[in-house]
């Protein structure tokens, strides 16, 4: 680690500084957005020039999220490097482009497995192995692995509320780590809820005091409070927080609720000054945030030139978290088109109740995404027989390229039975089967195959149409592939193999060869969508769907 020299002048002198680190935690009540607000500094603070790691750290007892249902926990993001993580870790890569690696996620899981397994290899010989001080050193090491040379600014959010005991662990940890690293390098940040209490008319700040008064407790007194509020937070009660809280009163930064998108959110924190008080009094250089492309791009979101609708098929379809990303990548796809985007979330179950004539009219597209598990598969079928028939503009996700390849073999191919053998391992035509690769794994948690693999892409189709390149590199997370025994068959009705792995052994991407876009894909491109650069296939997909509209305006009978 260098030592801080003198003052830097200029976004680049800010390089020879010490690594300094930003610590985010959350009080009040769970849900606040503590990921969006952490992304959202990180963004500011490296369109001031600074180079910034984002991390996070949970609080729960799994290795990783990879194991829980998305009722619990909402997506589970993968990164390149395949390791699976907490779905705050998309808002990092969409608002910055610092890269994420497995050191930006650790669990409460990973840090006991790792010191348990130092004292099974006898590393703590003769010492009595404890939460202080062997956790709390192995959070430190986590939260220093990831800064060092080159790293301006590293922000590290804690997840879960104050108060939680299962936090604790953590916050001891970064309340030492400012203590050992000098507390001119280190910022607390902490944010909180102020509600607004409809039968008093009043916004409250007592539960922002408590929550201060318990980090305070653990010796951690927060710099800066960002408060949320459906409301304006009047300097009256800015001034009884600072008081309360012991902090200055321009350290009291409001973060209005965003009914329109979340993409605001970096652009109000600028208005209230929050990355130059955080290079203040970091000792960073002073500077403005690029941020116009950042303008431009609210800016296409509130004056759109068409609108049309996107009905987003699957299982969890109530869980606003469980198609995060994918909602995002739609998002990106209408800003890159300056097209407003409605997205239906319709559950594939409905579609096997009401038929999909009922549930499915009226929209432009259909995506049916990844997914475990039988429910709702046939709905999901359905669905995709819809849109392969009614050559409505069709994107299929992993899960949903599986169905697709059924779809085909049951309705265009004619086998019937066709099924993947993770739903039916005695099917006629498996036409979806386990990877060779994973016959003999057992364990469940991070054995599927996951992260970066590159894929060849076919010329004249559809695919090459959209991203205009032979190779391509996309995050994979999935256990059964297209049973290679059906291509020729598959082919020879229509369906096109327009993308595999190197060696040609594993079908990527599928295509109906009689439809104006239909793209069903074994990978998650939504993971590589950014609000700033839309996935290709994305925005390939929302320009069909506004297409087949324009069109059928002036054909009443398409
Ligand atoms: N369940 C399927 C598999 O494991 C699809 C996974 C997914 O959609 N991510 O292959």
Not at 140 to 168: A, F, H, P, R
Not at 253 to 280: H, M, N, Q, T, W
Not at 391 to 396: A, R
Request: one cysteine or more; glycine letters at 8%; aromatic letters at 8%.
């Amino acid at each position: 680690m260098k030592q801080a020299s003198s003052p830097p002048f200029g976004k680049f002198e800010a390089k020879i500084f010490m690594t300094k680190h930003i610590f985010v935690t959350g009080g009040v009540v769970s849900s606040l957005g503590k990921g969006l607000t952490s992304a959202s500094i990180g963004m500011l603070l490296e369109r001031r020039g600074l180079t910034v790691r984002m991390q996070k750290l949970d609080p729960y007892i799994n290795v990783d999220p990879g194991t829980m249902s998305p009722y619990q926990h909402g997506e589970v993001y993968v990164l390149d490097d395949g390791s699976e993580t907490d779905l705050d870790l998309g808002h990092y890569e969409r608002f910055t482009n610092s890269p994420l690696t497995r050191q930006s996620n650790y669990t409460t899981g990973q840090i006991y497995l790792s010191v348990i397994e130092k004292e099974r290899r006898g590393e703590f010989l003769g010492k009595t192995v404890q939460v202080i001080p062997h956790i709390t050193n192995e959070i430190k090491q986590c939260i220093k692995g990831i800064g060092g040379d080159g790293v301006d600014v590293v922000i590290t959010e804690i997840g879960g509320t104050v108060g939680d005991i299962e936090s604790q662990p953590f916050l001891e940890a970064i309340r030492q780590f400012a203590h050992e690293f000098g507390k001119e390098n280190c910022l607390f940040i902490h944010l909180t809820l102020v509600p607004w209490l409809k039968v008093a008319g009043e916004l409250k700040t007592k539960p922002t005091q408590h929550s201060v008064g318990q980090l305070r407790q653990i010796g951690i007194q927060p710099d800066i409070l960002i408060c949320r509020t459906e409301r304006e937070l009047p300097n009256e009660e800015r001034a009884k927080i600072s008081l309360f809280c012991n902090l200055p009163q321009e350290a009291v930064i409001e973060e209005r609720d965003k009914d329109f998108s979340i993409y605001e959110v970096p652009l109000s924190l600028v208005e209230d000054g929050l990355d130059e008080l955080c290079a203040k009094r970091l000792g960073l250089p002073s500077a403005t945030p690029e941020i116009d492309d950042w303008r431009d791009l609210l800016h296409r979101l509130r004056n759109p030139e068409a609108e049309i609708s996107i009905a987003v098929v699957g299982k969890y379809a109530e869980h606003k978290d469980a198609y995060k990303s994918i909602y995002e990548a739609i998002d990106h796809a209408g800003m890159a088109n300056h097209i407003q985007i409605r997205i239906g979330r319709i559950r594939a179950e409905a579609v096997e109740r009401e038929g999909p004539e009922r549930v499915l009219a009226g929209y432009d597209g259909v995506l049916v995404p990844g997914g475990f598990g039988e429910r709702g598969i046939e709905g999901k079928v359905e669905a995709i027989r819809w849109a392969r028939e009614r050559k409505i503009p069709f994107l299929g996700i992993c899960l949903g390229m599986q169905c697709a390849v059924i779809e085909f073999a049951r309705n265009v191919v004619g086998l019937d039975g066709a099924h993947s053998t993770e739903f039916d391992k005695n099917s006629q035509h498996p036409v979806i089967a386990l990877m060779d690769e994973q016959q003999n794994i057992v364990d469940k948690g991070g054995t599927m195959r996951l992260g970066a693999q590159i894929a060849d892409v076919k010329p004249g189709t559809t695919a090459m149409e959209c991203y205009q390149e032979n190779t391509i590199s996309e995050r994979h997370r999935h256990r059964w592939e297209f049973n290679n025994t059906y291509r020729q068959q598959l082919e020879a009705s229509g369906l096109v193999i327009a993308a595999t792995s190197k060696n040609d052994s594993l079908v990527e991407i599928v295509e109906v060869a009689d439809h104006p876009w239909f793209v069903a894909v074994q990978y998650h491109p939504e993971f590589k969508s950014k609000p700033t650069c839309s996935h290709k296939l994305f925005s390939g997909f929302v320009k069909a769907a506004a297409k087949r509209i324009s069109q059928s305006q002036f054909s009443p009978t398409a």
